[in-house]
């Protein structure tokens, strides 16, 4: 049984810093494509970011709207996935979700239903 479970969520200051994490279990975590979503209140589940590994090594891919902002990275002996989120806005107030995938699609890898096993969320506020 595959489990995905998101930690890290909180409440933060406009211009603040945060940092997710992501623990998986119950599959082989080096092969999976992983990556983070989020969906704020009223608004249609958007990818953030994904990482791959088993392909073409830690290549990341990242939605306009974090890039350069956000920092995804990942730890394969721990089977961890990070995501580093700085200069946050009151735009990025969100349930954050971790997601895993068996493949890496272009032209978009984080689409959201390329993503086999999910985890619940967490949530991150932020205030401005």
């Known amino acids: 049984q595959v489990t995905v479970v998101e930690s890290g969520g909180d409440l933060v200051q406009a211009g603040g810093s945060l940092r997710l994490s992501c623990t998986a279990s119950g599959l082989t975590f080096a092969d999976y494509v992983m990556g983070w979503f989020r969906q704020a209140p009223g608004k249609e589940r958007e990818g953030v970011a994904c990482?791959?590994?088993?392909?073409?090594?830690?290549?990341?891919y990242y939605a306009d709207s974090v890039k350069g902002r956000f920092t995804i990275s990942r730890d394969n002996h721990k089977n961890m996935l990070y995501l580093q989120m700085n200069s946050l806005n009151a735009e990025d107030t969100a349930m954050y979700y971790c997601?895993?995938?068996?493949?890496?699609?272009?032209?978009?890898?984080?689409?959201?239903?390329?993503?086999?096993?999910w985890g619940r969320g967490t949530q991150v506020t932020v205030s401005s």
């Open positions: 997601a895993a995938s068996s493949k890496w699609e272009l032209p978009n890898p984080v689409n959201e239903y390329h993503y086999n096993y």
């Open positions: 990482i791959s590994w088993k392909w073409n090594g830690g290549t990341t």
